[in-house]
């Protein structure tokens, strides 16, 4: 090979690329897409019989004696509409409409959203903004939604006391685009490695309550801005998530 075909195939090697879908990824987002359109119709008609159902009960919890009982009712309605909710916008997904992003705004938005749930815990926010370039193409929607769930997540993995840092930076990448890392940490109660690999499975949670698509959700956004999304986590010290996007 000639000396110019090595330095043009260093090159190609060095370039930044969005993760790759493999054969066996795309089999089995596949499967899923399947699954989604299967869940999506069945979900649309729980939805149906669960709004008469809901209906039904609030007028039971202003004529009935048992209004407790009333409540409890409502309340797991309320967690199935939910499960219900979060599997059709799993299931139908809708393509964002990219607009230039100021991702800092954004973090700061969602942090002022969850400003009770950071006071009730008496959780320290720490904020280390050092991305002079903090603006990427994107759906703002979409990446708050996003940030949302890692936040959330993060205070419930927290008990009182806690502290929460988001962090971001712009890092160059040879031979690609620079690059925004978004950084998330908790001082939680962390992740097992075992738990960890399979984070980001569709209906996989480790929560009481929880569906297991947040962080599916997630990711498949953050896929979606040719980023990438990864965690770190340590049992008893903490979790982070880190967000990787093309800067615009």
Same mark, same amino acid.
């Given at each position: 090979?000639?000396?110019?075909?090595?330095?043009?195939?260093?090159?190609?090697?060095?370039?930044?690329?969005?993760?790759?879908?493999?054969?066996?990824?795309?089999?089995?987002?596949?499967?899923?897409?399947?699954?989604?359109?299967?869940?999506?119709?069945?979900?649309?008609?729980?939805?149906?019989?669960?709004?008469?159902?809901?209906?039904?009960?609030?007028?039971?919890?202003?004529?009935?004696?048992?209004?407790?009982?009333?409540?409890?009712?409502?309340?797991?309605?309320?967690?199935?509409?939910? $499960?219900?909710?979060?599997?059709?916008?799993?299931?139908?997904?809708?393509?964002?409409?990219?607009?230039?992003?100021?991702?800092?705004?954004? $973090?700061?938005?969602?942090?002022?959203? $969850?400003?009770?749930?950071?006071?009730?815990?008496?959780?320290?926010?720490?904020?280390?903004?050092?991305?002079?370039?903090?603006?990427?193409?994107?759906?703002?929607?979409?990446?708050?939604?996003?940030?949302?769930?890692?936040?959330?997540?993060?205070?419930?993995?927290?008990?009182?006391?806690?502290?929460?840092?988001?962090?971001?930076?712009?890092?160059?990448?040879?031979?690609?685009?620079?690059?925004?890392?978004?950084?998330?940490?908790?001082?939680?109660?962390?992740?097992?490695?075992?738990?960890?690999?399979?984070?980001?499975?569709?209906?996989?949670?480790?929560?009481?309550?929880?569906?297991?698509?947040?962080?599916?959700?997630?990711?498949?956004?953050?896929?979606?801005?040719?980023?990438?999304?990864?965690?770190?986590?340590?049992?008893?010290?903490?979790?982070?998530?880190?967000? $990787?996007?093309?800067?615009?």
């Amino acid at each position: 090979m000639s000396t110019a075909r090595k330095k043009t195939a260093k090159k190609k090697s060095t370039a930044w690329k969005a993760p790759s879908i493999s054969e066996a990824n795309l089999q089995r987002l596949d499967r899923l897409a399947n699954m989604g359109i299967l869940s999506a119709g069945v979900a649309h008609e729980i939805k149906n019989g669960l709004t008469s159902i809901k209906t039904f009960v609030e007028l039971m919890t202003l004529e009935s004696k048992d209004k407790e009982l009333a409540v409890v009712v409502l309340r797991e309605l309320s967690r199935i509409d939910s $499960l219900v909710s979060q599997m059709l916008r799993f299931a139908v997904h809708k393509p964002g409409t990219f607009t230039a992003v100021r991702i800092h705004d954004v $973090l700061e938005y969602s942090l002022r959203l $969850l400003h009770h749930q950071v006071v009730g815990k008496m959780v320290q926010v720490k904020r280390d903004y050092k991305a002079m370039s903090h603006t990427v193409r994107g759906d703002e929607a979409h990446l708050q939604q996003v940030f949302m769930n890692l936040l959330l997540n993060a205070l419930e993995a927290m008990g009182m006391n806690g502290t929460l840092t988001v962090s971001t930076e712009a890092v160059n990448v040879k031979n690609g685009p620079r690059i925004l890392k978004i950084q998330i940490r908790d001082t939680g109660i962390g992740i097992s490695a075992e738990h960890q690999a399979r984070l980001f499975e569709p209906f996989f949670t480790t929560k009481k309550h929880g569906t297991g698509l947040g962080l599916a959700i997630s990711q498949r956004i953050i896929q979606e801005h040719k980023g990438r999304i990864e965690v770190r986590s340590e049992v008893k010290k903490g979790s982070t998530f880190l967000i $990787l996007l093309p800067v615009a």
